[in-house]
């Protein structure tokens, strides 16, 4: 029981973790006559990449265009989080995983099949991956809920490819909403959940005596 606690608590102890280094960098984002503001440096630009840096295929998800952005960001990383603690909380080391594959992968896959989206800053393309990722693992352990989990942000993000995201949301956010960004996140989640699932079938049965 303590073991497990303690699991649970590592694992908040991650989210809590981005929670401050996406806050700080919201706050570090003012110029000075010393620096520039800190997105020209770690923000996704399609161009800078091309010229070689690389780290901002991660650090462009870390950053956010206003307070309301960051807001909604942090709420849904909580929240999906919590919604799919079953799935981490024995070994908080597979979400600091998954985070890490995820932020790769959203970059690396708005890079080569969007490259007419030169910019792009924010946690909501991870977020859709993370979600689909949890609903991919409900499916698996038997949870009815992960088909309508699944089914939902799919219907959702097919709806934005063709729609468009609403009009509140671009205002309130400052920019237009990258919806790119949440197909890409919804396919990278889907794919690391099925990879996930048949390294885990092999190695359990791997074990087997």
């Known amino acids: 029981m303590l073991n497990h606690k303690s699991n649970t608590v590592g694992l908040y102890h991650f989210v809590v973790v981005i929670s401050l280094i996406c806050i700080g960098l919201f706050a570090a984002d003012i110029p000075t006559p010393a620096f520039l503001p800190i997105d020209q440096y770690l923000s996704y630009q399609y161009n800078a990449i091309t010229d070689g840096q690389i780290w901002r295929l991660i650090t462009g998800n870390l950053l956010h265009t206003n307070l309301w952005h960051l807001l909604m960001n942090l709420a849904g990383f909580w929240v999906i989080v919590f919604l799919h603690e079953v799935h981490y909380k024995r070994h908080p080391g597979k979400l600091i995983l998954l985070f890490l594959s995820l932020c790769l992968l959203e970059g690396i896959g708005l890079y080569f099949f969007y490259p007419s989206l030169k910019a792009y800053v924010g946690l909501s393309g991870l977020l859709h991956g993370l979600f689909a ?38 205002q309130l956010i400052n920019a237009r909403v990258a919806t790119e960004s949440h197909l890409v996140g919804l396919i990278c989640g889907i794919l690391c959940a099925l990879c996930w699932s048949a390294i885990a079938h092999r190695f359990k049965y791997h074990h087997l005596p």
């Open 133 to 170: 990722f949890g609903a991919v693992m409900d499916i698996r352990k038997g949870y009815r809920s992960g088909y309508l989990l699944l089914l939902g942000v799919i219907i959702k993000v097919g709806y934005e490819q063709v729609f468009g995201a609403t009009s509140s949301i671009t």
